[in-house]
């Protein structure tokens, strides 16, 4: 009997050590310090030729990319500094559905982007490399223009709404209750449709080591079951409205860790490609009004809306607003294909092919390496954000000992009294060599030539690297718990 108790204890603490070391769950405070590359699947990369091939992506048809592809291309993404990707949703979909976003089988992988081992290999290499996978969840519907017969497992009218449709004018009941696009919308007050959600969900996790989760349709699903999702998640969790209403949106923090912070993106737009005290309002009137803004996601271009330089045909303000969106507080989420400057219109034609395309030498990627190794060396994500200067040219803002300058015009010369370094302080911006400035008098002249800068203390001493202190704590637990099992073991 004594025999089996050591065996027993032996063995549950070998399965926690393990557990522990490698199959944790990423919380949204984990999550801060990293920075997503978002990916179409079929438009990155192909698994053998990634050859530009001729493909209309005006129409819905799959151009050819995979998980292979992606895993292929891994080295590129890493090269940027991005530490997390978030790839289109996974599931099998109906004829032509690319995108992903019309589900047909909840039990099967789409069959284009590859098999579950294709997939299980690829989030397996990311790891290998501390890259994180965000799984893009659609639990608010399944395929239109299609008989629900045909679906698994949602085949019955019982699990849908009744049969009405969304418009710009619909109530919040009307939006969680009826069909986006005509397509069938799921019954979450079902027991059956809630449970096999959940169960789905946390399947997917453990099966395929996902590292966090992207909520898609967020306002078409009632906010209840938004609750019960993130808690079955128990992980980092993140979901996107397409509305400029900042109330509204931030409400939903309540049921996930992090929204899409919309509101943010239409300022991007507008203050690059206009005046950047639209900045300066979502400052002062916006950003206080969400419960944690460092769980957002903040981006400046994603598979729902036109490319920066569709509307904005600058590739230097393109790059300023790269800047900003990497440095300003939140979770940075960057749309494949901006750094090699794509500017593809609407849906579909923002979604273009990346084959062939995955060029280093691009200025646009590498001021990113540049930027992405700054944020974090200098660990941005610990510091608070706090605007200095704001006018229709020219916008700068701090974190910590990090000054963060850009502007919409090609050349501006401005002063700033109001900031948190001292007197004598030097600060050098690290996307330029030979560009530094002294605070003198209190004062910092800033003089712009149409690129953006990253000012960095010059005196500060370097701080550990954040990843090193990481494994170390990992390591030295797991040796810890390893030690005890083994004295327990000797017992």
């Not at 605070?439 to 910092?444: D, E, L, S």
Request: charged share 25%; hydrophobic share 30%; aromatic share 14%.
């Amino acid at each position: 009997m004594k025999y089996n108790q050591k065996k027993f204890i032996f063995c549950y603490t070998l399965l926690i050590t393990l557990n522990f070391s490698f199959c944790n769950r990423r919380s949204k405070e984990e999550w801060k310090s990293r920075v997503i590359y978002q990916i179409v699947t079929d438009r990155f990369a192909k698994t053998d030729d990634d050859s530009l091939t001729d493909c209309d992506i005006s129409k819905n048809t799959y151009c050819g990319g995979t998980f292979k592809g992606i895993q292929q291309n891994l080295d590129y993404i890493s090269g940027m500094g991005f530490n997390a990707i978030w790839i289109s949703p996974p599931l099998k979909n109906k004829e032509n559905s690319f995108h992903g976003y019309h589900n047909i089988d909840l039990n099967s992988i789409n069959e284009h982007f590859g098999s579950t081992t294709d997939l299980k290999d690829l989030i397996r290499e990311c790891h290998k490399k501390d890259i994180w996978v965000i799984l893009d969840a659609v639990p608010n519907h399944m395929a239109g223009e299609l008989d629900i017969s045909t679906f698994k497992p949602f085949n019955k009218q019982e699990h849908y709404h009744d049969n009405c449709d969304v418009d710009e004018n619909s109530s919040q009941e009307e939006k969680e209750n009826c069909r986006i696009w005509g397509m069938p919308d799921l019954k979450q007050e079902n027991t059956f449709v809630e449970q096999t959600l959940l169960n789905w969900l946390d399947d997917m996790i453990n099966t395929y080591n996902f590292d966090g989760i992207r909520y898609a349709d967020v306002a078409n699903v009632p906010k209840w079951f938004w609750r019960e999702f993130t808690d079955t998640a128990n992980e980092y969790t993140i979901g996107f409205i397409s509305s400029d209403n900042v109330s509204y949106i931030a409400d939903y923090q309540q049921y996930m860790d992090g929204v899409g912070d919309y509101p943010l993106f239409y300022s991007i737009r507008k203050s690059f490609c206009g005046s950047m005290l639209n900045l300066n309002d979502y400052y002062i009137n916006s950003h206080k009004k969400y419960i944690n803004p460092q769980y957002n996601g903040i981006f400046l271009g994603n598979h729902d809306n036109p490319r920066f330089l569709n509307g904005c045909n600058k590739r230097n303000l393109l790059r300023n607003a790269i800047i900003f969106t990497l440095f300003y507080e939140g979770i940075p989420i960057f749309y494949y294909g901006d750094e090699q400057y794509f500017d593809g219109g609407r849906d579909p034609l923002n979604r273009e092919v990346m084959y062939g395309r995955h060029s280093t030498s691009s200025d646009a990627y590498q001021l990113i390496k540049k930027a992405n190794d700054i944020r974090k060396k200098e660990k941005i994500y610990e510091e608070n954000l706090i605007q200095v200067y704001a006018n229709d040219y020219l916008y700068a803002f701090t974190r910590g000992k990090v000054l963060i300058v850009v502007s919409n015009v090609n050349e501006i010369e401005r002063t700033l009294t109001e900031h948190n370094f001292n007197e004598g302080d030097t600060l050098c911006n690290n996307l330029k060599d030979g560009d530094c400035v002294t605070v003198v008098g209190g004062k910092i002249n800033i003089k712009m030539e149409g690129e953006p800068k990253v000012y960095v203390l010059n005196n500060k001493n370097d701080d550990n690297n954040d990843d090193k202190k990481s494994y170390a704590n990992i390591l030295s637990t797991s040796i810890y718990l390893l030690f005890l099992t083994f004295i327990l073991y000797l017992k």
